[in-house]
Nanobody, 126 residues
Framework: QVQLVESGGGLVQAGGSLRLSCAAS????????MAWFRQAPGKEREFVAV????????YYSDSVKGRFTISRDNGKNTGYLRINSLKPEDTAVYYC???????????????????WGQGTQVTVSS
């Protein structure tokens, strides 16, 4: 198994930036594709971005494309989500997730991922 722990969330004003981190342990991090999802109050969990094992391939949801950047450092067993130009509608709990060996075919589906972190809260004030 791989354990995932998110950090870096907080309260930010609209227009600000954050970098979320996802620290992995337990297995070889570079064997896993990594994704970020988010869940706002009263809403379903929503795909945000996914990155391949080596970082060479990334996909984003249309709602975050251009403002969010997913990355990873396999040497540090850590994935990242950089969020720029934050908007109040970005307020949510952000989760990282991992899938062994490859990006899932339907990478937007949360049930494609084997492992999840506990989430980190991002709150954007207007």
């Amino acid at each position: 198994q791989v354990q995932l722990v998110e950090s870096g969330g907080g309260l930010v004003q609209a227009g600000g930036s954050l970098r979320l981190s996802c620290a992995a342990s337990g297995r070889i991090f570079s064997n896993y594709a990594m994704a970020w999802f988010r869940q706002a109050p009263g809403k379903e969990r929503e795909f945000v971005a996914v990155i391949s094992l080596t970082g060479g391939t990334t996909y984003y949801s249309d709602s975050v494309k251009g403002r969010f950047t997913i990355s990873r450092d396999n040497g540090k067993n850590t994935g990242y989500l950089r969020i720029n130009s934050l908007k109040p509608e970005d307020t949510a709990v952000y989760y990282c997730a991992a899938k062994s060996l490859r990006i899932p075919n339907i990478y937007q589906r949360s049930d494609e991922y084997n492992y999840w972190g506990q989430g980190t809260q991002v709150t954007v004030s207007s």
